[in-house]
């Protein structure tokens, strides 16, 4: 980013900002999960989802019902026009994806 100034005899000055932004994007990337690497839509979600927030899915619904929710989300095309946090998407998605097969098993 540059920041122009105005000097007291009217020059114009231009001075460069450090914003750090590749810093902040290199930590972003770091702590995504690797289930989701593969998944661009997933990954590149406002809050993608991280390490911890990953293993948390895979202890309490297991890896393959983690994947396959993952991949639904990826294919569907208006998740990150609707969806900023992959963490509570795949929560919501997970829970109704177990109500729906619990309802199947009853009837």
């Not at 540059?2 to 750090?20: H, L, S, V």
Request: net charge positive.
């Amino acid at each position: 980013m540059i920041i122009k100034k105005r000097t007291a005899n009217g020059q114009q000055t231009e001075q460069q900002t450090d914003t750090n932004k590749n810093v902040k994007n290199e930590k972003k990337v770091k702590n995504i999960h690797p289930i989701c690497s593969d998944l661009s839509n997933v990954s590149g979600m406002d809050e993608p989802l991280t390490v911890e927030q990953g293993d948390k899915l895979i202890s309490e619904f297991g890896e393959h019902k983690v994947k396959e929710i993952l991949q639904q989300m990826e294919n569907y095309k208006p998740l990150r026009k609707k969806n900023i946090n992959a963490n509570r998407t795949a929560r919501n998605w997970l829970s109704r994806n177990t109500k729906q097969q619990s309802f199947e098993i009853l009837t």
